[in-house]
């Protein structure tokens, strides 16, 4: 059985630093890919960063390159996302998921099917 547990989320000042974790099990962890996504109240969930195992690839939306950093532990089967220099735009609920077919877009929620549950991050002004 696939699962994803997301953790690590909380609440932070403006400028300070969170690192969300992701744990996956049920998966062949050679071959994976691994997004971040968020979503705020009453805004859509958009992408936020993606991993793959096989190469390292990674991928980023705008609003976070240079201050996000997405990492894959291989042997913990675990992915984790160092967030610096958090706004208070950053404050979302945050999940991660895992596709089961290539994706055309990594940043696309509608291209992942497998979903944790989400952690929520909190950024005071």
């Known amino acids: 059985e696939v699962q994803l547990q997301a953790s690590g989320g909380g609440l932070v000042q403006a400028g300070g630093s969170l690192r969300l974790s992701c744990t996956a099990s049920?998966?062949?962890?050679?071959?994976?890919?691994i997004g971040w996504f968020r979503q705020a109240p009453g805004k859509e969930r958009e992408g936020v960063s993606c991993?793959?195992?096989?190469?390292?690839?990674?991928h980023y939306a705008d609003s976070v390159k240079g201050r996000f950093t997405v990492i894959m532990d291989n042997a913990e089967n675990t992915v984790y996302l160092q967030m610096n220099n958090l706004k208070p735009e950053d404050t979302a609920v945050y999940y991660c998921?895992?596709?089961?077919?290539?994706?055309?877009?990594?940043?696309?929620?509608?291209?992942?099917?497998?979903w944790g549950q989400g952690t929520q991050v909190t950024v005071s002004s």
């Open positions: 998921a895992a596709p089961v077919r290539p994706m055309a877009d990594p940043l696309s929620p509608s291209a992942y099917d497998y």
């Open positions: 049920g998966f062949i962890f050679d071959d994976i890919a």
């Open positions: 991993i793959y195992s096989l190469d390292g690839r990674t």
